[in-house]
């Protein structure tokens, strides 16, 4: 038992002298220095060796011929709406109403997703993912009428957005004349609208889908409207051909 107290002790006692012995270190200075990567940097041969594959592929399938346009489609114009716009707002519109043909209006994103104009001529996948590059699932919503016209009047003050099946005259920054689906607005009934998670959730500041009848995730993501509808008029013979057509206007 004293054989065993003594070690104790003996390594109780080494482990307070190298504590106590322990130097503290600060640092009084640091040097760093900045890489810049560019064309002089070489590439690293194994790192390109073991993704130059899945780069081949990838390039492979954006680089895919999927549909063909008549028209450029830009987001630039003098009137609140644009052909860009109409184009991306048809195109979900028709898409979304394969899985859920009731919807009064679409408002599926705001003139600031509209990330890339598509030039005259083939259409890639890529050209629609960089269009369309966020990961945003359409949204179907049940509003009242109060709701539904929040939604309206801020298009409206916004100097309009990507819509279809809505059409309207802006008036100082107020919608009038207001049609969802042909039939005057009746603000004492519910409509059907659709949108994004983005602006469903008040993204651009978005009003009017804070307190909804209903919401339901519809199960398609904006691009994969896009990319269907742009393979669906190829696979029948058409080309895009959107225009302005007065949906919004403004006096």
Known sequence: MKSIRLKGHFLLGLVLLLSSCASHYQVLKTNRINYSVGQKVAGDSTIIKTYQPYKLQLDAEMSKVIGYTAVDLTSRSTVPESVLGNFFADAVSVQAKKITPNIDFVFPTTKGGL???IAKGNITVSNIFELMPFENQLVLFELNGSDTYKVIKFIAATNGQP?????????????????????????????????????????????????????????????????????????????????????????
Do not use: W
């Not at 983005?198 to 009848?213: E, H, L, M, T």
């Not at 519809?218 to 058409?238: H, P, T, W, Y």
């Open 163 to 251: 819509i279809a099946g809505l059409t309207m005259n802006i008036k100082d920054k107020l919608p009038e004349n207001i049609m969802i689906n042909g039939k005057p607005f009746d603000a004492n009934r519910t409509y059907t609208v659709l949108t994004s998670d983005y602006i469903a959730n008040g993204g651009d500041d978005a009003d009017g889908f804070a307190s909804p009848v209903s919401r339901k995730n519809i199960g398609l993501m904006v691009r994969d409207a896009l990319l269907r509808e742009v393979e669906d008029l190829k696979a029948s013979g058409k080309n895009i051909s959107t225009k302005l057509d007065g949906r919004i206007t403004k006096n």
């Open 115 to 117: 990330r890339n104009d």
